[in-house]
């Protein structure tokens, strides 16, 4: 079968694999992962070049190998409790459950709310329970807050480390449990 592409498209894939042998080679100096120090270095940016996060990731699974990625999965997993601490004024614990499914790891995640804390920044710089804060009238704001501690970590201390992607299937509170 016989594909045709235009020029711009062939020059598209060209410079995505020089990318590529750029990435590989910093990896072998520097170690695998994922960071924005690495994407400042190279001048990514993302929509402004052919190069997507996609990209990024799937070369990471290509240089770390199955094998690799499973031993820093499993000691993500092996953590029965994940700590968030000085993420925009919180502070909690959470817990998650987690599946490999078409590539990606979807994840169950659990929020001690009870126990977890918040220190309203921008109102008065008091510290609440994040429960108690959820049941105001900006609660709304503070579960997406929260959501986004969790994404942050997880990208953070297992994604940009494997390059496998993720999902929250459910994001839910000890106190809604």
Aim: charge should be negative.
């Amino acid at each position: 079968m016989k594909v045709k592409i235009t020029e711009q498209q062939l020059n598209n894939l060209q410079e995505v694999e020089s990318y590529k042998n750029m990435i590989f080679k910093y990896w072998d100096k520097f170690g695998p992962g994922i960071s924005d120090d690495m994407i400042k270095l190279f001048g990514i940016t993302f929509g402004k070049s052919s190069l997507r996060m996609t990209d990024l990731q799937r070369w990471l699974r290509e240089y770390l190998g199955d094998d690799k990625i499973k031993e820093i999965s499993k000691s993500f997993f092996e953590q029965k409790q994940h700590h968030i601490d000085e993420c925009g004024g919180y502070e909690f614990y959470f817990t998650l459950t987690h599946k490999f499914e078409d590539g990606e790891y979807l994840f169950d995640v659990v929020v001690n709310d009870i126990d977890g804390i918040v220190i309203l920044v921008m109102v008065d710089g008091s510290i609440h329970k994040i429960k108690d804060a959820r049941n105001q009238e900006y609660g709304w704001e503070i579960e997406n807050e929260v959501e986004d501690c969790v994404h942050d970590y997880i990208s953070k201390n297992l994604e940009d480390k494997t390059g496998v992607p993720f999902v929250f299937e459910k994001l839910s509170f000890k106190s809604d449990m």
